[in-house]
C-alpha cells in the first residue's frame, strides 16, 4: 500500500513538472532551427536540418532594436523596484511584528485587504500621476509606481518571518542599548535572510517579466524594457521566424532562471518558516 502510494504520489508530480519543462524545451530547440523554418512539430523538433546557435547573435546584434539597451533599462527598473520593495516591506513588516502600539493588529488586517485589489484598477490613477510629474519615459516613472512596490504580500510574508524570531534577541538588544533601527539592523536582518531572499526573488520575476506597465510609462525606443523591445521584436519580422523570436524569449527569460536557481535554497526556506507562526 505504501510502495503503491509512492508510485503514485510520484508519477504525479512528474506529471507537473513535465507540464512546466517541456515548454521550455520546445522553446530552447525551437530557437535553434533555421531562422525561417516552419514550426517545428513533435518528429522534428530534436531533428532539425541544423542547430543554428547563431540565431542569439543575429538578436543580440539586430540593428533595427538596442537591444542591449533594452536589457540595461530592464536590469535598472529590476533593482530599483527590489531594493524599494525590500526597504518598505522591511520596515512595515518590523512595525506590524516587533513593536507595540494601538491598532497595529487592526491595521495590519486593513493592509493586507489591499492584497484584494487587482493591479490593473491602479493602472489609470498611476498613469495620471506619472504624467502630471513628468516622469513618462524616465526610470523614475518606471520604479517609483510600479504596481507591485506597494503590494502587501511583501510585508507579510517578512511579518510572519520576524514574529518567529525569540522575543529575547529583542530585549538582549535593548538592554545592550539599541534603538528600533539598530535592531533592525544588527538583529532581525541578519536573521531574516531567507524571508529577505524570498520576497527579493518574487519582485525580481514580477518586475522583469512585466509586459503591461513599461509599455504604459514608455514611448522612447531607448527607455523600454527587454519584455517590451521583445514584443516588438516580433513585430519587426512580422510573427513569421519562430526561431528569432524563441531566441529573444529564451534571452529574456534567462536572468529569471538564474535568479530563482542561485536563490533557490533561501527562497524555499523563507516560504517554510513564514508560516510557521500566525
Same mark, same amino acid.
Given at each position: 500500500?505504501?510502495? &503503491?502510494?509512492?508510485?503514485?504520489?510520484? !508519477?504525479?508530480?512528474?506529471?507537473?513538472?513535465?507540464?512546466?519543462? +517541456?515548454?521550455?524545451? #520546445?522553446?530552447?530547440?525551437?530557437?535553434?532551427?533555421?531562422?525561417?523554418?516552419?514550426?517545428?512539430?513533435?518528429?522534428?523538433?530534436?531533428?532539425?536540418? &541544423?542547430?543554428?546557435?547563431?540565431?542569439?547573435?543575429?538578436?543580440?546584434?539586430?540593428?533595427?532594436?538596442?537591444? #542591449?539597451?533594452?536589457? =540595461?533599462?530592464?536590469?535598472?527598473?529590476?533593482?530599483?523596484?527590489?531594493? %524599494?520593495?525590500? !526597504?518598505?516591506?522591511? %520596515?512595515?513588516?518590523?512595525?506590524?511584528?516587533?513593536?507595540? #502600539?494601538?491598532? @497595529?493588529?487592526? %491595521?495590519?488586517?486593513?493592509?493586507? =485587504?489591499?492584497?484584494?485589489?487587482? !493591479?490593473?484598477?491602479?493602472?489609470?490613477?498611476?498613469?495620471?500621476?506619472?504624467? @502630471?510629474?513628468?516622469?513618462?519615459?524616465?526610470?523614475?516613472?518606471?520604479?517609483?509606481?510600479?504596481?507591485?512596490?506597494?503590494?502587501?504580500? &511583501?510585508?507579510?510574508?517578512?511579518? $510572519?518571518?520576524?514574529?518567529?524570531?525569540?522575543?529575547?534577541?529583542?530585549?538582549?538588544?535593548?538592554?545592550?542599548?539599541?534603538?528600533?533601527?539598530?535592531?533592525?539592523?544588527?538583529?532581525?536582518?541578519?536573521?531574516?535572510?531567507?524571508?529577505?531572499?524570498?520576497?527579493?526573488?518574487?519582485?525580481? +520575476?514580477?518586475? #522583469?517579466?512585466?509586459?503591461?506597465?513599461?509599455?504604459?510609462?514608455?514611448?522612447?525606443?531607448?527607455?523600454?524594457? %527587454?519584455?517590451? &523591445?521583445?514584443?516588438?521584436?516580433?513585430?519587426?519580422?512580422?510573427?513569421? $521566424?519562430?526561431?528569432?523570436?524563441?531566441?529573444?524569449?529564451?534571452?529574456?527569460?534567462?536572468?529569471?532562471?538564474?535568479?530563482?536557481?542561485?536563490?533557490? @535554497?533561501?527562497?524555499?526556506?523563507?516560504?517554510? =518558516?513564514?508560516?510557521?507562526?500566525?
Amino acid at each position: 500500500m505504501r510502495t &503503491g502510494r509512492a508510485i503514485a504520489t510520484y !508519477a504525479v508530480l512528474l506529471a507537473i513538472a513535465a507540464t512546466t519543462v +517541456i515548454p521550455l524545451v #520546445w522553446m530552447v530547440c525551437t530557437s535553434l532551427h533555421a531562422p525561417r523554418a516552419q514550426i517545428p512539430t513533435m518528429s522534428t523538433l530534436f531533428a532539425p536540418d &541544423g542547430w543554428h546557435f547563431e540565431n542569439y547573435w543575429t538578436v543580440l546584434t539586430y540593428g533595427e532594436l538596442p537591444i #542591449w539597451r533594452f536589457a =540595461l533599462n530592464s536590469f535598472i527598473v529590476t533593482a530599483g523596484v527590489v531594493v %524599494l520593495q525590500l !526597504a518598505l516591506c522591511t %520596515l512595515a513588516a518590523f512595525g506590524f511584528s516587533r513593536l507595540r #502600539w494601538f491598532g @497595529r493588529d487592526a %491595521l495590519f488586517f486593513v493592509f493586507l =485587504l489591499t492584497m484584494m485589489i487587482p !493591479a490593473s484598477v491602479l493602472i489609470v490613477p498611476l498613469f495620471a500621476l506619472v504624467q @502630471r510629474l513628468g516622469w513618462l519615459d524616465t526610470y523614475w516613472g518606471l520604479i517609483i509606481p510600479y504596481p507591485y512596490l506597494s503590494t502587501a504580500f &511583501g510585508t507579510f510574508l517578512l511579518r $510572519q518571518f520576524f514574529i518567529t524570531l525569540p522575543q529575547s534577541l529583542d530585549d538582549a538588544a535593548r538592554i545592550d542599548g539599541c534603538g528600533d533601527l539598530r535592531l533592525l539592523w544588527h538583529v532581525i536582518l541578519p536573521s531574516a535572510r531567507p524571508a529577505l531572499a524570498t520576497v527579493a526573488v518574487f519582485a525580481f +520575476i514580477w518586475t #522583469w517579466t512585466d509586459f503591461y506597465w513599461p509599455l504604459l510609462a514608455t514611448s522612447a525606443t531607448t527607455m523600454r524594457t %527587454l519584455e517590451v &523591445g521583445l514584443s516588438v521584436f516580433r513585430d519587426s519580422y512580422g510573427g513569421t $521566424q519562430w526561431s528569432l523570436q524563441m531566441a529573444a524569449a529564451v534571452i529574456t527569460l534567462t536572468p529569471v532562471l538564474i535568479v530563482f536557481l542561485a536563490m533557490q @535554497r533561501f527562497f524555499v526556506r523563507g516560504v517554510v =518558516l513564514s508560516g510557521l507562526k500566525e
